[in-house]
Nanobody, 118 residues
Framework: QVQLVESGGGLVQAGGSLRLSCAAS????????MGWFRQAPGKEREFVAA????????YYTDSVKGRFTISRDNAKNTVYLQMNSLKPEDTAVYYC???????????WGQGTQVTVSS
């Protein structure tokens, strides 16, 4: 099992920045990658960004490229999502997720609210 705890959400004005953190514990060595997802009211959960534990390859959805940066600290088993130039449409609950050894997202955090005011 892998346990995930997110932090760093909040209220920010458009154009501002926030950094989300996700601390992982448990059988983290069994995880292949970590990702961030988000779900806005009335919408389905969508992929935002991901990073591999080994090698550090990163992946982003098109709408956040150039604005968001995912990074990791392997020593702390922590993944970060730096969000810059935030827009009202970035408002959502952001979830951290970890894959199993097969690469399927199996473990999820409780979510953290990000609200961007116009």
């Amino acid at each position: 099992q892998v346990q995930l705890v997110e932090s760093g959400g909040g209220l920010v004005q458009a154009g501002g920045s926030l950094r989300l953190s996700c601390a992982a514990s448990g059988r983290t060595f069994s995880s292949y990658a970590m990702g961030w997802f988000r779900q806005a009211p009335g919408k389905e959960r969508e992929f935002v960004a991901a990073i591999r534990w080994s090698g550090g390859s990163t992946y982003y959805t098109d709408s956040v490229k150039g604005r968001f940066t995912i990074s990791r600290d392997n020593a702390k088993n922590t993944v970060y999502l730096q969000m810059n130039s935030l827009k009202p449409e970035d408002t959502a609950v952001y979830y951290c997720a970890a894959t199993n050894s097969l690469g399927d997202y199996e473990y999820w955090g409780q979510g953290t609210q990000v609200t961007v005011s116009s």
